[in-house]
């Protein structure tokens, strides 16, 4: 039997690979989805194969990532409870379907994750993996294991040599890609205080950014981003070049007491400044291009597409239908919108669509260009009224 372990580098994973082997017996097949994350992938494998792993694969996923995970989600609008953009919640079902390949590729019997008993990621593995492959064994060596505390597994790193990088100094776990940061533990969790100045891994504090609004524009096909500032780019150039032009204007930062998986409240501190952008922008052309009843529609999907992406629900008919629904509307999402970014905000000043556009300034406008059949008014008023004066109101 052998086991492929969902390897990120950090304390868990590291400690992971070595107990893993000693407590089976088997081979550890070290899997590194490169997601966009800040490390270095290299010392990462290096890490993994001196922890005792077989075998580790790296592997670039960023652009699949972004098209099949992301994309889907920004075209919902999901942010869960209004605020988090998802961007470790996106990454593991993928990370989850390429270790079930691994697993049946290499004959491992077991895939396993460094998540935590009382974390969202064992449930988001739990549930990919099982829907998917049924048959494999999901390992949770950190909920297993008899180390309870940060302490007690670097003690153990000491004691079997293991190196975990910057675990030992770092107060924080976070978790990066392409799409987002992730920071949780140490003074985060005194809620009642702001995070620390030291938590932010990637933008610039909005107060620092600078004094000058920064301009762009975002050219959407069919409700992907292809151009940035006029310049055609594949999505994964685009969202890396936007997100440095966004963090360096201090866009992207979110706090939120959040409602986890699991029935308790966690504080998460987040960044996304491409995601940020992104989102803003295609819900401003969204709002030029579709009528009010799809547009009103649509929005009331958003929530409930951010708690399948959050509880681990992706491998499900309904994300699948949600996504039908989203890829039958994004024909009319083309277009350009114009952003202003400035110490922390990322406003729409300007949007057009050619094609597909529904503003007309002849009907809008109180100019002599207007083309609003004024006394049409009267009458549709009276009829919009009429429920409310036939004895529905209770007086």
Request: charged share 25%; proline share 3%.
């Amino acid at each position: 039997m052998s086991i492929v372990l969902a390897y990120s580098g950090g304390l868990d994973t590291s400690v992971a690979v070595h107990w893993l082997k000693e407590r089976y017996q088997t081979e550890i097949i070290a899997y590194c989805a490169n997601l966009g994350q800040i490390e270095d992938l290299d010392a990462v494998s290096r890490r993994a194969i001196a922890a005792g792993a077989t075998e580790v694969i790296v592997e670039d996923v960023r652009d699949r990532f972004l098209h099949d995970y992301a994309m889907p989600a920004l075209a919902a609008g999901a942010a869960y409870e209004g605020k988090y953009l998802l961007a470790a919640p996106l990454s593991r079902p993928l990370i989850a379907e390429r270790m079930v390949r691994i697993a049946h590729d290499r004959g491992a019997s077991a895939v396993a994750h460094g998540a935590t008993g009382k974390g969202n990621d064992q449930v988001r593995f739990y549930t990919s993996v099982r829907a998917l492959a049924p048959e494999l064994d999901i390992l949770a060596p950190v909920i297993d294991w008899e180390m309870t505390t940060r302490g007690s597994e670097i003690a153990y790193a000491d004691l079997h040599g293991i190196d975990v990088g910057i675990s030992k100094t770092s107060p924080y776990s976070i978790d990066t890609n392409i799409w987002g940061t992730s920071i949780e533990c140490g003074d985060l969790d005194l809620i009642d205080q702001a995070p620390p100045s030291d938590a932010w891994q990637i933008t610039t504090a909005p107060a620092e950014a600078p004094d000058r609004a920064t301009t762009i524009t975002i050219e959407f096909e069919v409700g992907v981003p292809v151009a940035l500032n006029g310049q055609r780019l594949g999505l994964t150039a685009l969202v890396s070049e936007l997100s440095e032009t966004a963090a360096a204007n201090g866009v992207g930062r979110t706090e939120i007491l959040e409602s986890r998986i699991v029935g308790f409240k966690s504080r998460g501190v987040y960044e996304a400044p491409a995601a940020t952008v992104l989102l803003a922008a295609r819900a401003d052309l969204e709002a030029l291009v579709l009528d009010r009843e799809t547009l009103h529609h649509k929005r009331s999907i958003a929530d409930k597409y951010a708690e399948l992406v959050y509880y681990g629900y992706w491998f499900t008919d309904l994300r699948a239908a949600f996504d039908a629904y989203c890829e039958r509307l994004a024909h009319r999402v083309t277009g350009v919108v114009t952003i202003e970014l400035y110490k922390g905000s990322a406003r729409c000043v300007g949007r057009t669509s050619l094609k597909y556009g529904r503003y007309s300034s002849a009907l809008a406008d109180y100019e002599e260009s207007d083309t609003f059949r004024h006394e049409a008014g009267a009458g549709f008023a009276y009829c919009w009224a009429l429920p409310l004066t036939e004895g529905v109101f209770a007086r």
